[in-house]
């Protein structure tokens, strides 16, 4: 069975830095993409950013040159460096991977994410 555990998440001041972690256990097999989406109180939840394939990263406009995917299949862990937060980053923050030919998308509990002074 498949578990992704994230960790990371805090109570963190405007301007300052988080780095997530997201720990995957189990045999996952083929990975296709990795992810780390974010749901605020009251919102949908939102890709953040995102791995396609090996060596190329995606970002959502809000969070363009202040976070930074990475991702390591060997370990199957995803990562997410955030820096300049903003208090409208605050939210619950999923990692996400597709496997099997997007067969199989398996999620983790979140890690809660709170900027403010």
């Known amino acids: 069975q498949v578990q992704l555990v994230e960790s990371g998440g805090g109570l963190v001041q405007p301007g300052g830095s988080l780095r997530l972690s997201c720990a995957a256990s189990g045999t996952i097999g083929s990975i296709n993409s990795m992810a780390w989406y974010r749901q605020a109180p009251g919102k949908q939840r939102e890709l953040v950013a995102h791995?396609?394939?090996?060596?190329?990263?995606n970002y959502a406009d809000s969070v363009k040159g202040r976070f930074t995917i990475s991702g390591d299949d060997a370990k199957n862990s995803l990562y997410l460096q955030m820096n300049s937060l903003k208090p409208e980053d605050t939210a619950i923050y999923y990692c996400?991977?597709?496997?099997?030919?997007?067969?199989?998308?398996?999620w983790g509990q979140g890690t809660q994410v709170t900027v403010s002074s």
């Open positions: 791995i396609p394939s090996p060596g190329s990263a």
């Open positions: 996400n991977i597709v496997a099997g030919r997007g067969r199989f998308h398996y």
